[in-house]
């Protein structure tokens, strides 16, 4: 039996979107903040930081039993890896994934970096694709199209371009808790799934994969 998929006011939006602007901040703080030689846990530590001092709260540290602020995947990594003493080097493929508790709402947001200089042309196409598939996806969620509407929008720009989508993990809906119904998989059926409504708030997610 499906879960209630919980409608937000706009009162509640408007704290979600004051949690996703810290939440952008401390990304803003990581782009001018990797560089090779940074331990992992620095940069993990370094957010922690940046969030309370702002008035937030990680919201992975301590999810069941997470350790860190950060997940941070360093290339052949989907998602969800555990900060340590691995640096950062050139020409790493770097996956951060950080969410935010702010007003008692979530926020949740994961970007990709390469670390040092210009990638390489193929690095490169696959960040613009997955960017892509990621602008599509948020086109699609709007009022009357359905979640396999997005799912569908994001698999078939990655699928263009020669690329998979990872089936395993999916986005999700997101507010005072921070996975909610529905769940927003990167492949599906367009036309099918749930109605998108006036107030449904989501976590979209795109994983590609070369």
Known sequence: ????????????????KRSG???????DMLRESLKPGLRSIDIDRKA???????????SFKG????????????????VHGIPGDRKFEEGDLVGIDCGVILEEY???RAETFFIGGQPPLEIENLMNTTRAALEKGLSMWTPGNRIGDVSNSIQAVA???G??????????????????????PNFGKAGHGPEIVEGMTAAIEPMVNM
Not at 48 to 58: L, M, S, V, Y
Not at 64 to 76: A, D, H, M, Q, V
Request: hydrophobic fraction near 40%.
């Open 1 to 16: 039996m499906a879960r209630k998929i919980n409608i937000k006011t706009a009162d509640e939006i408007a704290a979600m």
């Open 21 to 27: 602007k810290l939440l952008a901040a401390v990304f």
């Open 48 to 58: 922690e930081n940046f969030i309370r001092e702002r008035g937030g709260i990680p």
């Open 63 to 78: 999810y069941r039993g997470y350790p860190g602020t950060l997940c941070i995947s360093f290339n052949e990594q989907v």
């Open 106 to 108: 979530h926020s949740d």
């Open 159 to 161: 699928e263009k371009e």
């Open 163 to 184: 690329y998979g989508v990872v089936r395993a993990l999916v986005g999700h809906g997101i507010g005072r808790e921070m996975h909610e119904d529905p769940q927003v």
